[in-house]
């Protein structure tokens, strides 16, 4: 199922010398990010930078949110992702989608204009109501316990 999205074009390198966002095949989950820059830009190993997709959306739906995820293969092959694990697109956002890269590799990385950097993945948002307590309700086998104290190997 496909749901239509306004997307705006902010840059205009995008659709140009740029490829519009995709979805690389019809099993995809996510739309491919491209790097809308006129110039490559190097990543030095342990730095971060951030490039524009040339890319603004309204959602119009607050039971929505796009999600910006890391690119396996960028991240297997040069060390390169997402820097603060994913990006959080909300419905009322009308900027322009940046992505901000981490290079975490020990050489230099170069993004080229029109490189594919990150996906985008829309999925469906619950908004929920805090209500503060003394003490839960209910308890689990877990628990409070952290990392770990699920009792499985």
Known sequence: ?????????????LGDSVPLPTYATDGSAAIDLRACIAEPVTLAPGGRCLIGSGLALNMMDPGLVAIVASRSGLSLKHGVRVAQGIGVIDADYHGEIGVILANDGGE?????????????????????????????????????GGFGHTGQS
Do not use: H, K
Not at 2 to 13: G, H, K, Q, S, T
Not at 120 to 129: G, T
């Open 1 to 13: 199922m496909r749901r239509m999205i306004e997307a705006r074009i902010v840059n205009d390198l």
């Open 108 to 144: 230099p990385y170069t993004v080229r204009p029109g490189d594919r950097i990150a996906q985008l993945l829309f999925q469906p948002v619950v908004q929920v109501e805090l209500g503060f307590v003394a003490g839960f309700s209910t308890t689990t086998g877990r628990g409070a």
